[in-house]
C-alpha cells in the first residue's frame, strides 16, 4: 500500500490499481465554528471559586467557544498520598497543582489541552500519570504525554456539535530524559512527552569563525569533526557562518517525519486538527521565533493542521495567516500562579536557601527574579512586565474558512502582591493598546495586518483567502 498526495488537497491510497481518498486536509466544520487559543496554564490552585477581579469576564470568552485549549505546564496530584518524587532532572521548577485544578478548568470552560513540556516530567512518570487521570476524570481531551512514542505522539479527540477536533501536542523544549520511547524487541517503551529534537548552533561572523578554528586546532589531538568550512565543533558546541552572531536550530528529520505523519492521521479521523508545540527557542528572552519554526509550522499546516499554537517563552510573538489557517507563535503566559508548593530540595540548593529556614514562596520570587538556572548561571529573569501580559485569541471559521481571528489584550496582575498574581483579566484601555501595538510590530514580518478595535485587535480575511 503505497501512500501519494495530489495538490496538498486530500491524501489517497493506491488500491487494486485505483484510490480512494482517505481524508481531506481542508477544514470541515459547520459555520460558526470558533477556537479559543490561549498560552501557558501554570497554577496551583482552584480560581473559580474566589471572586479574581474581572476574572468572569475571561471564563466568558472562553466558555463561548467550541473549543477551548490552552498549554498545561503543571502536574496535578495530592502530595500526601503521592508515591512519586522530585526528580534530579526538571524543567528549571517544580511545578505541582492541587488535584482540585481539574474541576476548575473545566469549569472555567476547557476542553482540549496540550501535555508536552518542559515540566512534563518534573515529578516523573507518578507525576504524569496522576496529572491524566485527573484530566480524564473532568472530560478534559489531552495529549503529548503517555506510556510511549506512540501514545506520547498519538492524536486526541474532542467531539463537539460543530465538528470534531484533533490535537497534536508536541515540545523542542523540553528535558532530554522526558522524552517518550518506544518500545523495541524485549526493550519496554519508555513514558514520557513527545518529543522535537532540535540541533543547534551558534552563528557567528566569518572572520570569527576562522579565529574560532584556530583556536580548536590549537588545541592537543584535536578532532576536525565538520569538513564543510562554513561550520565547526568546539568543546562540544557547533559554530557555523552567518551574517550576524546568534543562534540557529535544525529539527531532526526522522521527528519531523513523525510528527507529520502524525498530523497526517489526526486531520484523516477529524474535521479540525490542531498542531502545538512548546518552543522556548532562542530564549524567554526573544519575541522572535527560532529560525527553524516558521518553515516548521507551514509544514505542519500543510499536512493538514487547520491550527498551529506555540507556546513556552512566556512571552507574545508575533501572528501569521498561513493558507488561511493561523500561525500563533507564542501566545506568552494565560495564568501565571507562582504560588506552589512543594518546590523540591534541588531548588532550595540552586537558589542558596534553606528548608529548614526559608519558605517555598521564597525560593521561587528568587527562581522567578533570576530566571531558570542552567550550569553556566542563570539565564533571563521572568518577572519583568512582559511576562503578565498577553492575549486570549478568538477565531471563527465561516463557509469553512478563517473568517476573523480576535485578540482580548490581558493582563495577570503584576503589580499585585505576590500571592494574587498571574490571575488574568481584560486589560484596562492604555495598556491593551500597548499590548496589541507591541503585537502588531512583531506580525509584521510575517504579513498580518492587525487592526484595533476598542481595544481589541481584529485580523480579517476574505471570503476568497488562499487556501
Known amino acids: 500500500m503505497e501512500e501519494h498526495s495530489h495538490e496538498n488537497d486530500f491524501h489517497l491510497i493506491e488500491q487494486d490499481g485505483g484510490y480512494d481518498t482517505v481524508g481531506s486536509i481542508a477544514t470541515n466544520v459547520a459555520d460558526g465554528f470558533t477556537m479559543v487559543a490561549v498560552g501557558d496554564l501554570i497554577l496551583s490552585r482552584p480560581l473559580t471559586k474566589y471572586q479574581h477581579p474581572g476574572f468572569d469576564g475571561i471564563i466568558k470568552i472562553l466558555r463561548d467557544a467550541d473549543v477551548t485549549f490552552g498549554n498545561l505546564e503543571t502536574n496535578i496530584f495530592d502530595i500526601r498520598s503521592f508515591r512519586g518524587s522530585p526528580q534530579a532532572e526538571y524543567g528549571g521548577a517544580y511545578l505541582v497543582s492541587l488535584p482540585e485544578i481539574g474541576p476548575d478548568l473545566k469549569a472555567m470552560g476547557f476542553n482540549l489541552m496540550s501535555r508536552a513540556n518542559n515540566h512534563t516530567l518534573d515529578w516523573g512518570p507518578e507525576g504524569m500519570r496522576e496529572t491524566s487521570q485527573v484530566l480524564n476524570q473532568n472530560g478534559i481531551i489531552h495529549a503529548g504525554a503517555g506510556e510511549n512514542l506512540a501514545q506520547a505522539g498519538a492524536a486526541r479527540f474532542l467531539e463537539t456539535v460543530r465538528g470534531r477536533v484533533a490535537l497534536v501536542s508536541l515540545a523542542s523544549s523540553f528535558t532530554p530524559m522526558s522524552r517518550a520511547g518506544d518500545p523495541a524487541g524485549e526493550a519496554p517503551g519508555r513514558p514520557g512527552l513527545y518529543a522535537l529534537r532540535l540541533t543547534e548552533s551558534i552563528v557567528v561572523p566569518p572572520t570569527m569563525l576562522e579565529n574560532l578554528r584556530q583556536v580548536r586546532d590549537s588545541l592537543p589531538n584535536p578532532s576536525p569533526d565538520y569538513k564543510d568550512l562554513?561550520?565547526?565543533?568546539?568543546?562540544?558546541?557547533?559554530?557555523?557562518?552567518?551574517?550576524?552572531?546568534?543562534?540557529?536550530?535544525?529539527?531532526?528529520?526522522?521527528?519531523?517525519?513523525?510528527?507529520?505523519?502524525?498530523?497526517?492521521?489526526?486531520?484523516?479521523?477529524?474535521?479540525?486538527?490542531?498542531?502545538?508545540?512548546?518552543?522556548?527557542?532562542?530564549?524567554?528572552?526573544?519575541?522572535?521565533?527560532?529560525?527553524?519554526?516558521?518553515?516548521?509550522?507551514?509544514?505542519?499546516?500543510?499536512?493538514?493542521?487547520?491550527?498551529?499554537?506555540?507556546?513556552?517563552?512566556?512571552?507574545?510573538?508575533?501572528?501569521?495567516?498561513?493558507?488561511?489557517?493561523?500561525?500563533?507563535?507564542?501566545?506568552?503566559?494565560?495564568?501565571?500562579?507562582?504560588?506552589?508548593?512543594?518546590?523540591?530540595?534541588?531548588?532550595?540548593?540552586?537558589?542558596?536557601?534553606?528548608?529548614?529556614?526559608?519558605?517555598?514562596?521564597?525560593?521561587?520570587?528568587?527562581?522567578?527574579?533570576?530566571?531558570?538556572?542552567?550550569?553556566?548561571?542563570?539565564?533571563?529573569?521572568?518577572?519583568?512586565?512582559?511576562?503578565?501580559?498577553?492575549?486570549?485569541?478568538?477565531?471563527?471559521?465561516?463557509?469553512?474558512?478563517?473568517?476573523?481571528?480576535?485578540?482580548?489584550?490581558?493582563?495577570?496582575?503584576?503589580?499585585?502582591?505576590?500571592?494574587?498574581?498571574?490571575?488574568?483579566?481584560?486589560?484596562?484601555?492604555?495598556?491593551?493598546?500597548?499590548?496589541?501595538?507591541?503585537?502588531?510590530?512583531?506580525?509584521?514580518?510575517?504579513?498580518?495586518?492587525?487592526?484595533?478595535?476598542?481595544?481589541?485587535?481584529?485580523?480579517?480575511?476574505?471570503?476568497?483567502?488562499?487556501?
Open 230 to 467: 562554513n561550520r565547526l565543533g568546539l568543546a562540544g558546541v557547533s559554530f557555523k557562518s552567518g551574517d550576524k552572531a546568534g543562534y540557529s536550530f535544525e529539527a531532526d528529520p526522522r521527528d519531523v517525519a513523525d510528527i507529520l505523519r502524525n498530523i497526517r492521521r489526526g486531520k484523516q479521523f477529524s474535521d479540525f486538527c490542531i498542531a502545538t508545540n512548546h518552543a522556548h527557542e532562542p530564549g524567554n528572552w526573544s519575541h522572535e521565533p527560532a529560525d527553524y519554526e516558521q518553515s516548521f509550522a507551514r509544514r505542519m499546516i500543510d499536512a493538514g493542521a487547520d491550527a498551529y499554537v506555540g507556546h513556552g517563552p512566556h512571552l507574545l510573538r508575533g501572528i501569521e495567516i498561513y493558507k488561511g489557517r493561523p500561525i500563533f507563535y507564542s501566545l506568552g503566559n494565560f495564568i501565571y500562579d507562582q504560588l506552589r508548593t512543594p518546590v523540591g530540595a534541588d531548588m532550595f540548593e540552586i537558589y542558596g536557601k534553606d528548608p529548614r529556614v526559608d519558605t517555598d514562596a521564597e525560593v521561587t520570587v528568587e527562581e522567578e527574579a533570576k530566571g531558570y538556572p542552567r550550569a553556566e548561571g542563570f539565564v533571563n529573569a521572568l518577572s519583568a512586565p512582559v511576562y503578565y501580559e498577553s492575549i486570549i485569541t478568538v477565531s471563527r471559521f465561516e463557509q469553512n474558512q478563517l473568517a476573523e481571528l480576535r485578540l482580548y489584550p490581558i493582563e495577570l496582575g503584576y503589580l499585585k502582591r505576590f500571592a494574587n498574581r498571574g490571575v488574568p483579566r481584560l486589560a484596562p484601555a492604555p495598556q491593551a493598546q500597548a499590548i496589541l501595538e507591541r503585537l502588531q510590530k512583531l506580525s509584521e514580518p510575517f504579513g498580518t495586518e492587525i487592526a484595533i478595535d476598542n481595544n481589541v485587535g481584529v485580523i480579517r480575511l476574505p471570503p476568497s483567502s488562499p487556501r
